[in-house]
């Protein structure tokens, strides 16, 4: 069977997934071009994981259509399962061996030879600089550390797609900018990347397009850079006032800027430009605590269209 | 080359083993030979004074009713311990079967791997107490090659269906009732200590449909040579069934936890 280079590596029509009465994934067309890197952003709850599982070929899918890499889960789940790298949102290490075993014995799930899966072990822990943690057991490590074990283990079968669910959930800002620099060199050498995130700024980083996902549903489809362009004006002025005051308080910076949100902790101002904002916001004798001029990002995008923020 | 899935996901249980199996031979081992020294001496020297002993016994003496039927009790114990908390944390814990469920391994295969294991796990701790068994001269026989194989399937109609059960479930909270319950009290009742004649009858009739029960006359039979054929072909199919159906539950719960 000859499939088209061309044709989307990820392909989904009216997708849907269901647990019992519950919809978890509500009908969602996306497609996935080959090279790309591709996010769904989302609140806990928004259907991202299952849809990544669905994805992953673990879980059947209730209704619609999906493909990947033109090939249907239902009936080829195996041989799909075989071409793609999966970092799934938890660790699934096995504490009492060593890094290498852990990657291995699951390179051998793929049949590939042990010593064929010891040289890529080797070669993907320098990868992911961890060669000299090779034979230390995975318990110490730290939860940074086991997160690029498990990255570097998902390569172990050469994936052409390589789906990473909540990739740096849990890590600090250090432990983080060594994976997406990672990431980013997986991408470069070709290797498709689909992942989930409740992060903006990692979504900015890495996705080159990216659906905003809510109760099962996409809200919104672009690049980072054309939904805050769609959605939001360029810049954001960030208003603090004594705790508890923000809801009368917001009434005297009324009517500045394209609109405010009103936020627990802050005042948000959408504008073109902060400054001359900020400068109104003190001509009208408004005097908040402190203030913040920033461009405007993905959260901005996603508070516009669901009216929540994002991260709980 | 390839290798057939089932024996790529046992790989994965065998890895781990390499690197405990010193404590896991030495615990599978000494259990028995405590049991052994401690009963079979003392309180065989009580028993083998005893008028009747030797007709009770079917002329054994207490050491040799004793010894073959720890092949059994041994595999019991070893593979539904096996069958429990590492079959939870391979969902809950450290999520191994996630992780053979994402790669080409279907959950049949993920499950046929684990039963493949248990069975690899029983065959070495029976082989170990086996060996143990070939030093005393009361139970040094051919037989004991024939009771490795009945120990193991002993063990397997243990853990199958256990780990049937241990997948179905989202908490571990049975499991220490499973072991007080079921497993001590097969270990006490079961046949392996006395002749289960010995019990009232309604227990009597009750022992006789335990799986230890069936495991232990056919270790016992092979040890000393005086196993019917038609005898050891019910005992088997009893274990064989037991752990056919165990198996087949087990597919069942494992597709139905990977791929929700």
Not at chain 1, 33 to 40: D, I, L, N, V, W
């Given at each position: ?8 590596l ?13 919809v978890a ?24 994981s ?9 879980s ?7 493909r990947?890499?033109?090939?249907d ?19 699934q ?5 060593s890094?290498e075993?852990?990657m ?19 070669e993907?822990?320098?990868?992911v600089q961890?060669s ?8 110490p ?13 998902s ?14 959930t849990?890590l600090?800002?250090?432990?983080r900018?060594?994976l997406w620099?990672r990431?980013?060199r997986l991408?470069?050498r ?11 700024d990692?979504a900015?980083?890495l ?8 109760q ?6 672009g ?5 805050i362009q769609?959605?939001?004006p ?12 923000n ?11 394209h609109?405010h949100e ?5 005042v948000l ?6 400054e001359?904002?900020l ?5 009208r004798g408004?005097?908040?605590?402190s ?7 993905l ?7 669901t009216?929540?923020s994002?991260?709980? | 080359?390839?290798t ?6 046992w790989?994965?249980?065998f ?13 599978a ?14 309180v ?20 040799e ?7 059994a ?8 311990n096996?069958?429990?908390?590492p079959v939870?944390?391979g969902?809950k ?8 469920a994402?790669?080409?391994l279907s959950?049949?295969?993920v ?6 294991w ?5 065959l070495?701790s ?5 060996a ?6 009361e ?17 397997v109609?243990?853990?199958a269906?256990?780990?049937a059960?241990?997948?179905?479930r989202?908490?571990e ?8 319950f ?9 046949g ?8 009232p009858?309604?227990m ?12 232990v ?5 092979a ?5 019917g054929?038609g ?8 274990l ?6 165990g198996?087949?539950?087990a ?10």
């Open positions: 069977m000859s499939v088209d280079p061309t044709a989307p990820i392909s989904a029509k009216r997708l849907v997934k269901r647990f019992g009465d519950f994934v509500d009908g969602i067309d996306v497609e996935v071009r080959r090279g790309e890197s591709f996010g769904f952003l989302g609140p806990n709850g928004a259907g991202k299952s849809t990544m599982r669905m994805i992953g070929c673990v059947p899918i209730s209704e619609g259509t999906l990947i890499f033109g090939l889960p239902a009936t080829d789940g195996k041989q799909i399962r075989a071409r793609i790298g999966v970092v799934p949102q938890m660790d290490l096995d504490d009492q061996l890094v075993d852990n291995i014995l699951y390179g051998r799930y793929f049949d590939i030879p042990r010593a064929e899966c010891k040289r890529r072990a080797s993907l822990l320098e990868f961890l000299d943690r090779a034979k230390s057991k995975i318990e490590l730290s939860g940074g550390l086991k997160r690029r074990v498990t990255i570097a283990r390569l172990i079968s050469e994936p052409e797609l390589l789906l990473l669910d909540e990739p740096t849990g600090d800002p250090q432990a900018h060594v620099d990431l980013y991408k470069q070709g290797v498709t990347l689909v992942l989930t995130t409740h992060y903006m990692e900015e980083q996705c080159d397009r990216l659906v905003v996902m809510d099962g549903k996409i809200v919104a489809i690049s980072p850079r054309q939904l769609e959605h939001s360029r810049e954001v002025l960030e208003l603090r006032y004594p705790a508890g005051t809801d009368e308080r917001a009434s005297e910076v009324h009517g500045i800027g609109r009103v936020l627990p902790d802050r101002i959408y504008t073109d430009d902060g001359s904002a400068a109104e916001v003190n001509a408004s005097q908040p605590e203030a913040l001029v920033r461009r405007s990002s959260e901005d995008v996603f508070l516009r269209l009216g929540r994002l991260v709980d | 080359m390839s057939p899935a089932t024996i790529r996901a790989e994965s249980h890895t781990l083993y390499r690197t405990i199996w010193k404590s896991s031979m030495l615990g081992v000494v259990q028995p030979l405590l049991f052994l020294a401690g009963m079979g001496l003392g065989g020297a009580l028993i083998d004074r005893g008028d009747n002993s030797e007709r009770l016994l079917d002329g054994l003496t207490y050491f009713f004793l010894a073959p039927g720890l092949l009790t041994t595999a019991m114990m070893v593979c539904s096996e069958a429990m908390w939870m944390g969902f814990w450290m999520r191994g079967f996630h992780a053979q994402g790669s080409p959950p049949g295969q499950s046929g791997g684990l039963t493949l248990h069975a690899t796990k029983a070495i029976v082989t170990g107490v086996a143990v068994l070939a030093l005393f001269a139970t040094r026989s051919f037989g004991l090659l024939l009771a490795i194989p009945f120990g193991t399937l002993t063990g109609a243990f853990a269906p256990l780990t059960w241990s997948a179905s989202e908490r909270n049975s499991f220490p009732a499973i072991n007080r079921i497993i001590m009290p097969l270990f006490l009742f079961g392996a200590f006395y002749p289960v004649s010995q019990l009858d309604s009597e009739s009750i022992a006789k449909v335990t799986p230890l029960w069936h495991g006359e056919l270790c016992r039979g040890v000393h040579g005086r196993l054929v005898q050891a072909v019910v005992h088997v199919a009893v064989a069934g037991l752990a056919l159906i198996w087949l539950a597919r069942i719960t494992f597709a139905r936890k990977l791929a929700a």
